[in-house]
């Protein structure tokens, strides 16, 4: 997986269409989040298998289970992790939100990800682990 030629515009632009958008299960969750942020950056759609399949909270949580998981889940699509301060722009970057993990995806000072009433960046001091992205 490689990223493509305009990878930085297709991602200020992924980030532009989800600014309002808010959080809803099996649409713009933090999983779903990042993998259209990953295909935005690579063209690579890393959740191609689980869209469709869930469309609440009960459901994605017994996916994550048959899946070891989210940082499995992610693992399974993206490989090896590295530390999370090695997250670069488009990075997928794994979060501690206290009561359960998130992912979400690196703009090179915070974290970026699904809120209640759109788009929410959070402090890097919250991330456990980080993927590369191309």
Sequence with gaps: MKRLHDWQLRLAEFARERQDMPFAWGVNDCFLFSADAVMAVTGYDMAAGLRGTYS?????????????????LVDSQLGERV???MAN???????????HPAV???????????????MVACGMGF?????RVG
């Design 56 to 72: 609440d909270e009960r459901q994605a949580g017994r996916i994550l289970r048959e899946r070891g998981g989210l940082a499995a």
């Design 83 to 85: 530390p999370p301060l």
């Design 89 to 99: 722009v488009g990075d997928i970057v794994l979060l501690d939100m206290g009561n």
């Design 104 to 118: 979400g995806v690196c703009n090179g000072t915070s974290l970026l990800g699904p809120g209640a009433g759109g």
């Design 127 to 131: 991330a456990k682990a980080a993927w």
